[in-house]
């Protein structure tokens, strides 16, 4: 692989314009393809295989009509003031027709008198239905509600006009706050745009007068990529890290327009693609963080080694780059593949949007690894003997040495004291984990969101004015176990009145029956929020076979809506992420044995890794759920951690991890081949890495941290997350318990049974056949110079 690495360099640095032409065609492609196709990303997460997605499958592909994307909108008055005078009802009423009459919203008048006819949903006593994946908004018309008894009576009733109630909208009886919901007759997603801001244009009339706010649900705001200024900062901070480290302007430079380009390539190649796959809008940005991390990273790598082989050895620019992109180019090209196997491993779930997720993130970091090995060289060919000034030459001695102060006396620290420090980075790792035992998983939404947004003051006023459930409505579809039955109106009316009965149910409302009759629409209001254990609860009893009710009426019930899609997606999440682990332990083992050679090098690895994702786990708890450090973070209310987010960061932190371990721990490998015995090995091997591994680590940790302030707290928790895993991973781990553990093992370390060491494949990481070859070459040019 060095071998094969060092030609692609020497390549590239001989040819750059070549390379950089055909780079340069590549972006122009993706360029072109983004303007043909244009950008297309959604909120649309389905969960294939789950109960929830299930029925709503069966509904689009029985009931499509019952199956259109939901809205809702909320009318607040002002503090002290009601909605409900003649002159305010006027226009509510006046924009809620607006929005009754525009394309692709389905109009009540119409959908009742098609039910007359006997077309579509029988018995309809409202327009609502499920929609695929995306949320569902609480609220239900109580003219089709059972009967509740004078003391059970809701603080809220239809809106009336005349004696006429207004089709989907419900007032609170202090008429402080009124909610309007309303069906599309597709999916938000496949709505054409600008259908969702004509609503919106609409229903914002009504803030023509100042005495009211009016809140659109999340499914009529535009979705947009949560990528702001903030991550600017993370790039100017790892600008001056590399300024530092490499001590050149114009080095640093090149790492920074290598990792721009990857992501340019990678991020957009994605965006490219958005028209013909449902692609969320976390999707890009998760490669953009990666990518940018691992782009700056690799590329830093490479540079460092370069200039090393320069300014140390006294080679020409050109035989540097070449033996950089051979030596340094190898430990890329693993540790990149080791990111791309990590979270490829995701594919296992098989969850779609999780998937390609996955996959972005896998070609944007492939294509990163490339540009280190191709792109990289040719720019320092452009370069030439520049990359190292004359200052820098006549600052380097004339002899090496691995002295390198602060790290050299620290590391020899590490080594003195090894039992301490393995003692106390355990004990601080597993302090830090705690929280995690305490860790809940669901999706955000608006009771988490920001004080001051409409998402948070729309959840405020629905939970004040209609109870907590309208925020996270059911839809129930029942069906007879007996393929030949049928539900008929009497029937349903029974199952209505039994279902209210259920603990901590507060509305059933009938939708209606297909013209078949073998499937009934429910909408069901919990008393309880979306992430509360009893709404969760509640679902999984209605579910259950072996119900009553479901024993009773002979039926099988569904139960999806967003609120049951987030519980499905805990759930499913909350199962395999064990499997995951193990595959990613076993994936751990087998990579770095192959790397190193070493049985006790793996085990190592693997378990500081464990000991970093725990704490990372449970600093994100303290954080996310708790509320500690709320205000610096920019988030005022705590909430769950997001489902996936756990899963999702397991894969990347692991990937990222072994970047170090194979960085680090190869430097120490190296010093052992090359004649360095027990610790000496270790504290070489540190002195040789630990300057560009710590620059790595701080530059990956600034680009992660600049994602933690975005508005959108999937990213936000994401960002911290990566950040804080980095920051345990490389520094307490890496930089501290591996060579802890390295020096109390000495050469047993690097012990391996005969009988493996046979059938192992030798991948050369750190370029030993290649240094060897090109000695023998320059040893065989000298004796037939002399």
């Known amino acids: 692989m060095s071998t094969f690495l060092y030609k692609i360099g020497k390549a590239a640095y001989g040819k750059p314009w070549a390379f950089i032409a055909s780079w340069i065609l590549i972006l122009g492609i993706v360029v072109a393809m983004i303007g043909v196709n244009g950008l297309n990303v959604s909120s649309d997460m389905k969960l294939e295989g789950t109960e929830?997605?299930?029925?709503?499958?069966?509904?689009v592909q029985e009931l499509p009509e019952a199956a259109g994307g939901q809205?809702?909108?909320?009318?607040?008055?002002?503090?002290?003031?009601?909605l409900d005078t003649p002159e305010r009802l006027a226009e509510i009423t006046k924009a809620i027709n607006k929005v009754y009459g525009l394309e692709y919203v389905i109009n009540p008048a119409e959908l009742a008198a098609a039910a007359a006819q006997g077309q579509g949903v029988q018995a309809a006593?409202?327009?609502e239905g499920a929609q695929s994946g995306e949320a569902t908004q609480g609220g239900e018309d109580t003219r089709a509600s059972v009967a509740l008894a004078p003391a059970e009576m809701p603080p809220y009733m239809p809106l009336m006009i005349d004696g006429v109630p207004v089709p989907g909208v419900l007032i609170a009886t202090d008429g402080s706050v009124a909610l309007f919901q309303f069906q599309f007759t597709v999916m938000q997603t496949s709505l054409p745009k600008g259908v969702t801001d004509s609503v919106v244009e609409a229903v914002k009339e009504v803030e023509k007068d100042p005495g009211i706010a009016v809140l659109p649900s999340d499914s009529l705001n535009v979705v947009d990529i949560p990528v702001g200024t903030n991550e600017i900062y993370g790039l100017v901070i790892a600008a001056i890290v590399l300024i530092v480290t490499l001590g050149s302007i114009v080095a640093a430079g090149l790492p920074l327009v290598v990792a721009l380009f990857g992501v340019a390539i990678g991020v957009g190649g994605a965006f490219a693609i958005s028209s013909f796959v449902t692609m969320s809008s976390i999707t890009p940005v998760l490669a953009l963080m990666i990518g940018l991390a691992v782009g700056i990273d690799y590329a830093l790598f490479i540079v460092n080694r370069q200039r090393r082989l320069i300014l140390d050895e006294g080679l020409s620019a050109r035989e540097a780059a070449a033996r950089a992109v051979g030596t340094a180019g190898s430990a890329v090209f693993f540790a990149g593949l080791t990111v791309i196997i990590a979270l490829c491993g995701l594919l296992v779930i098989e969850i779609s949007f999780l998937s390609l997720m996955a996959l972005v993130a896998s070609v944007t970091v492939f294509l990163n690894v490339l540009i280190a090995l191709t792109l990289l060289p040719a720019l320092l060919g452009l370069m030439g003997e520049r990359i190292c000034s004359r200052k820098a030459r006549e600052k380097t001695p004339s002899k090496p040495t691995n002295k390198h102060g602060v790290a050299d006396r620290y590391v020899k620290g590490v080594?003195?004291?090894?039992?301490?420090?393995?003692?106390?980075?355990?004990?601080?790792?597993?302090?830090?984990a705690i929280p995690a035992t305490e860790m809940k998983m669901g999706m955000p939404n608006g009771s988490t969101a920001n004080l001051d947004t409409p998402q948070r003051q729309?959840?405020?006023a629905i939970s004040k004015g209609f109870g907590e459930g309208f925020n996270g409505p059911l839809l129930i579809v029942a069906e007879p176990k007996d393929p030949t039955g049928t539900i008929s109106p009497k029937m349903l009316g029974g199952l209505v009145q039994d279902i209210q009965q259920v603990q901590d149910v507060s509305v059933v409302s009938p939708l209606g029956l297909n013209q078949e009759g073998n499937i009934a629409i429910l909408s069901l209001i919990p008393k309880t929020g979306p992430t509360d254990t009893a709404t969760r609860d509640l679902v999984q009893d209605l579910r259950a076979a072996d119900s009553s009710i479901a024993e009773t009426y002979g039926v099988t019930l569904g139960v999806t809506g967003f609120t049951a899609i987030n519980i499905d997606m805990s759930s499913k999440l909350a199962e395999v992420f064990p499997i995951y682990i193990v595959i990613i332990v076993i994936l751990s083992l087998i990579i770095l044995l192959l790397v190193f050679r070493s049985i006790l090098v793996p085990i190592k690895a693997t378990v500081g890794f464990l000991l970093s994702i725990l704490a990372t786990f449970g600093i994100s708890t303290a954080v996310f759920q708790w509320g500690w450090l709320s205000d610096l973070f920019g988030f005022d209310t705590g909430g769950p951690i997001m489902s996936f987010m756990p899963i999702m960061a397991t894969g990347i932190l692991y990937g990222l991890a072994m970047d170090y371990q194979v960085f680090l721990v190869s430097s120490m490998r190296e010093a052992h081949v090359h004649g360095h015995r027990g610790v000496k090995s270790v504290i070489h091997g540190y002195g040789q890495a630990s300057r560009v591994v710590v620059a790595a680590a701080i530059i990956m940790v600034s680009v992660f941290a600049g994602f933690i302030f975005t508005h959108d707290i999937m990213i936000k928790q994401i960002g911290f997350a990566l950040a804080i895993g980095i920051l345990i991973d490389a520094f307490l781990v890496r930089m501290a318990l591996v060579p802890a553990v390295m020096a109390l093992f000495g050469d047993k370390a690097w012990a391996l049974p005969k009988w493996l060491d046979r059938i192992l494949p030798n991948l050369d990481v750190e370029g030993d056949k290649l240094i060897a070859q090109l000695n023998a070459q320059d040893a065989a040019v000298s004796k037939q110079v002399h």
């Open 52 to 59: 929830s997605q299930k029925v709503l499958d069966k509904l």
């Open 71 to 82: 809205a809702s909108v909320v009318f607040a008055a002002a503090e002290g003031e009601r």
């Open 125 to 127: 006593t409202q327009t």
């Open 415 to 432: 080594v003195k004291y090894r039992w301490l420090v393995i003692l106390g980075v355990i004990a601080i790792l597993g302090f830090a």
């Open 458 to 460: 729309s959840y405020d």
